[in-house]
């Protein structure tokens, strides 16, 4: 039996459920796929898949979704980071809207020309929604292919040739897909549950290397995040008790998002930028905070001030009661709001 076949044999009775697969492969949404594709980077499948339901239940075709504003669709998008994304995909539905009148193109070296459509999604796309003899190279895909070769720490390219040389000619998204699922559920980074693999018996490494496997469980030394301080002001008028929220600049951590005002995030804490207008209404019962909260590439740690003003604040923003503006937080500003 080919390794083709040994693999989608497997995807055929073991894949699994995800609301943006349809289980009638003749009738596949390419603008599901694009939405979840988008969701996958960088985000974990259990992570997204809420989020997907929601957004599709909101956005279920891409005019609807060109038609929103991006205020909404950053709405139903708070929660999963990564902003950008969100953006990028509001401006991607306008294109394809203006552009190829509704219809994703079918073309690779169009679709990377579209916002937030990269090599890996347009292949993505190309193979799972249009059946073309494409792979999508994530680090799943990569992961499995290199070991399936006992070809280790090779180029992008390198790997793909790999690919292309057992991917299915019939079922090239199955096959993608299969990759995908196999190297999330079994091919692990770490701990590989190689025994119980589908496709140990033609994985070389198994058979012949199992050192390299070995080798990736020992510990490495953690680099620590730098931590950054910065300081954030729940402002409530007394008079409706709604609070001061501003718009973050839409390039940027948390671009285009609802917050509560803020000041720069600094590494010196003892230099964190001040704000006049804020800082002279704290009182020593103003504290709330501090806020612990983690991204990427940093900690952060915010001193959270509540403070409550009789007289309009000459401010640009948006006074909105709490309630209301609470699903429209991303997660750093929802833990703010749960000082209150």
Request: proline share 4%; aromatic share 10%.
């Amino acid at each position: 039996m080919d390794t083709n076949e040994i693999i989608l044999n497997w995807y055929d009775s073991e894949k699994r459920n995800l609301p943006w697969r349809e289980p009638d492969k003749n009738k596949i949404d390419v603008y599901k796929v694009w939405i979840s594709e988008i969701m996958l980077q960088q985000t974990t499948v259990m992570a997204v898949i809420p989020y997907f339901k929601k957004f599709i239940t909101r956005f279920p075709n891409i005019n609807i979704l060109a038609e929103s504003d991006i205020e909404e669709v950053l709405t139903y998008w708070a929660g999963l980071g990564y902003y950008s994304r969100a953006r990028n995909l509001h401006e991607c539905s306008k294109q394809i809207i203006e552009k190829f009148n509704g219809v994703f193109p079918r073309e690779e070296e169009i679709l990377i020309k579209l916002p937030g459509i990269g090599d890996y999604t347009a292949s993505a796309i190309c193979a799972i929604a249009y059946n073309q003899h494409k792979v999508a190279l994530d680090v799943n895909v990569k992961r499995v292919i290199s070991r399936i070769n006992n070809k280790h720490n090779l180029c992008n390219i390198s790997i793909k040739k790999l690919a292309i040389n057992i991917l299915s000619e019939d079922r090239p998204g199955d096959f993608n897909e299969a990759i995908m699922d196999i190297g999330s559920k079994y091919c692990k980074s770490k701990f590989p549950k190689c025994s119980i693999c589908p496709i140990n018996k033609i994985c070389k490494t198994f058979k012949y290397n199992k050192n390299a496997l070995i080798e990736i469980n020992k510990k490495k030394p953690i680099k620590e995040k730098i931590i950054k301080y910065g300081n954030c002001y729940l402002i409530k008028r007394k008079d409706d008790n709604k609070f001061l929220f501003i718009r973050r600049p839409s390039k940027g951590l948390l671009g285009g998002m609802l917050s509560f005002p803020s000041s720069l995030w600094v590494i010196d804490k003892k230099n964190i930028p001040t704000s006049k207008l804020f800082d002279d209404l704290i009182t020593n019962d103003s504290i709330k905070g501090p806020i612990h909260h983690t991204f990427s590439h940093f900690n952060l740690i915010l001193n959270v001030y509540n403070i409550k003003i009789i007289d309009r604040i000459d401010i640009e923003g948006e006074w909105i009661d709490l309630n209301k503006a609470k699903g429209q937080l991303p997660s750093l500003m929802k833990k703010v709001a749960n000082l209150v």
